[in-house]
């Protein structure tokens, strides 16, 4: 995968005159919250004002976020008319979208569609997987495979069909096969780095403004184990 630019510590995957795609680190957070920690929009902003020179405010749309535990593929939109197109993409599922993830526990099957309904806590931040609906759930499917079987784990391969919040991370908890780090859902240890072994690898959409079709692949973050896969 060709590296557009690392520069400010920012590893940016695809860059144009529309969208911007960054591969996000461990404890990154997309957009400001209300710990005050300075957001990756900002230093995308930064970024951008500094290689084109830019004068006054940079514009710079957030498309969607990912978890602040969690690694890889952010889409920013450089324009008002490709933020607008962008949200439409993802909000009507017409992006493709791989994660990795490493289990310490084999899921029971080396490939299966999950399909629970998710309740969303919002006083601890977590979503509970069901099998069958309860009041104010939602439905959430995905697909996984066993990708590679490491030594003390198994990378699985995921893709999603719906966008719920702690998707993955609840659903994988669900069949007993929680990921490696995450405290929050079930793990039995903490990741040194704080974060947890999830990974956005891969994001397939058309281009909200040249209708080109785009793949965006991200490495993954070095470490031992994801090195091992």
Known sequence: MKIVSNKNNLQVLHEDNHLIVVNKRVGDIVQGDKTGDKPLSDVVKEYIKDKYNKPGEVFLGVVHRLDRPTTGIVVFARTSKALTRMNELFSNRET????WCIVKNKPSKPEDKLVHFLKRNE????????LKE????KLASL???IIKEL???????INLHTGRHH???AQLTAIGSPIKGDLKYGFDRSNPDGGIHLHARKLVFTHPVTK???EIIAPTPDDVIWNAV
Request: avoid cysteine; proline fraction near 3%.
């Open 96 to 99: 493709q979208k791989t994660y």
């Open 123 to 130: 006083k601890n931040n977590t979503s509970k997987a069901h």
């Open 134 to 137: 309860v009041p104010e759930s």
């Open 143 to 145: 697909d996984y495979k």
């Open 151 to 157: 030594n003390n784990y198994f990378a699985l391969e």
């Open 167 to 169: 998707q993955i991370r």
């Open 212 to 214: 080109e079709n785009i």
